[in-house]
Every structure is written in structure tokens, then in C-alpha cells.
């Protein structure tokens, strides 16, 4: 608390900041169906080391933030969807127990890394989204139907566990496995609102309980969840969200996801160059 109470104009570019990341994230969600946190992670762990609270627990509590904003973003946008018949909830059903499964383990191995590690797996998947987004195509398929049996039980866990390693909903793993496997893209972006809730809520509640050490924590920090952080993000993606969701009815969202694809890869090399100490 020392560093944000001796420097109030620190304190208000934070909050300043925050407001910045959550509002970009909100609109990005809305208007190309991929989750906040791919903005939120590299945003919240810039913000965070600026006032000073870079260390080997700092990326865990940008992954756990991350999430728990998630729970209420993609909860509104399911419900959303819901209203005008787009969700899948067969799928979601299906896919429930094992991203459960996966987004518990994940959060168990998150807990046991440090922050270089991983920065290093976030820029590893971050590339991989990056370059689905500049290059991935509509009409690619994989099956005409969403996997069942045991593929759904592999690729489930998967999709959890990659989502929690990332702080990320269910956006940027689910829309392409389920696009890829036939499924209209509206349904698909839909769906994966719901997959973001399963992945948050279990994650979260597990990064409650991992805690971060008191000298090296920002205030408002609940187990791995900062609060302060979480309250800003919320406030800004509750009014951007909508307008990214009116962008995506009335322009072509493709220039712009590739811009992004691009924009994610640069972010993703910087994660890694950190990672590596330079």
C-alpha cells in the first residue's frame, strides 16, 4: 500500500490505465468473439509492474483477475445470446465436466510456476491464436459435427486447461473447435460465451485460495484475485462490450481480426522476451 499511498498521481495513472485495458477489452470481446483476457493478461501484468509489483507471483495474479472478470462478462454475454436462441446448450453440457476438469488442473499448475514460466506459455499460445486470426479461414473443417466420445473428453480438459494457463474465456480455443467442426459461427461465438463462465468459476475459486505473499501483493488482493483491478475492468467492459457487439452487426470484422492477429503476435513476442529476462 506504501508505493500507491506515497504517489496519488501514480494511483490515478493506474486507475486511468485500468479503465483504458477494461474498456478495449470489452469492446474487443463484443466485436470479435474472442475473450478479454487475451488483452487483460499483458495489460494487467504492464499496469502491475509499473507501480513497482513485478515478481515470481505477478503473472498468477493477472491470470486469476483476468478470470474473475470473465465470470461476469461472459455470464452477460451468454445470457445474452440465450435471448435470441444462439446458444448450443447440448454442447455446453456435454463440454461442462471436462473443461471443469482441465481449468481446475490448470489453475493447480499456474499455482506451482513462476512468473517467467508463465509469461513464456502465454506468449507460446498467444502466438498459436495470433496466427489463427491472420490466417485461419471460415470454410476450414475438421467434421461436420462437434466431436463426442472420447475425442470430446481429451479435447474438453484441453480447452479448460489452455484457457486458465492463458486468463482467457472460451472465445479464442472454442470458437475455432467448434467453427472447424461445423458449427455457424454466431452458435459458435454463443456457445463459447458459456464455455467462459465453466472455465472462470471453478479457476477463480481454486486462485482464492492460492495466495500471494503480503510484501509483494498490490492492495485489494484476495488470495491471487486483485479486487481493485477486477471492480475497474467490470465498470468499463459493462458499457464497451455492447458497442463492440453493434460494431460487429454493421462492419466486417475480418480486416480488423487480422490486425489483431497481428497486434497479438507482437504482444506474444514481448511476453516471451520477457520471459527469457531481456
Known sequence: MDVLSQ???????????LLLI????????????????????????????????????????????????IIVTSTRSVLSHNRKGAVDWSVLRGWTPGIVIGALI???????????????????LAIVV?????????????????????LKYVLSPILGFLSVLMGIGGGSFGVPVMSLHGMPIHRAVATAAGFGTIIAVPSVLGFLLVGVPAEIRPPFTVGSVNLGAFVLVIAMT??????????????DP?????????????????????????
Open 22 to 69: 477494461g474498456a478495449f477489452a470489452g469492446v474487443l470481446a463484443g466485436f470479435l468473439g474472442v475473450g478479454g483476457g487475451i488483452v487483460l493478461v499483458p495489460g494487467f501484468y504492464y499496469a502491475f509492474a509499473v507501480l513497482g509489483y513485478e515478481s515470481p507471483n505477478l503473472m498468477q495474479m493477472c491470470l486469476a483477475t483476468s478470470l474473475a472478470t
Open 238 to 251: 459493462l458499457i464497451t462490450a455492447p458497442l463492440g457487439v453493434a460494431l460487429a452487426h454493421k462492419t
Open 130 to 150: 495470433g496466427l489463427y486470426m491472420l490466417f485461419g479461414n471460415s470454410n476450414w473443417r475438421l467434421g461436420s459435427e462437434m466431436p463426442k466420445g472420447p
Open 106 to 124: 490448470g489453475v493447480a499448475v499456474a499455482a506451482a510456476l513462476r512468473s517467467g514460466t508463465l509469461q513464456g506459455i502465454f506468449g507460446c
Open 7 to 17: 504517489n496519488p498521481t501514480l494511483l490515478a495513472a493506474m486507475v486511468a490505465l
Open 254 to 278: 475480418k480486416p480488423l481480426k487480422r490486425f489483431f492477429g497481428a497486434f497479438l503476435l507482437l504482444v506474444a513476442l514481448n511476453m516471451l522476451r520477457k520471459s527469457f529476462g531481456y
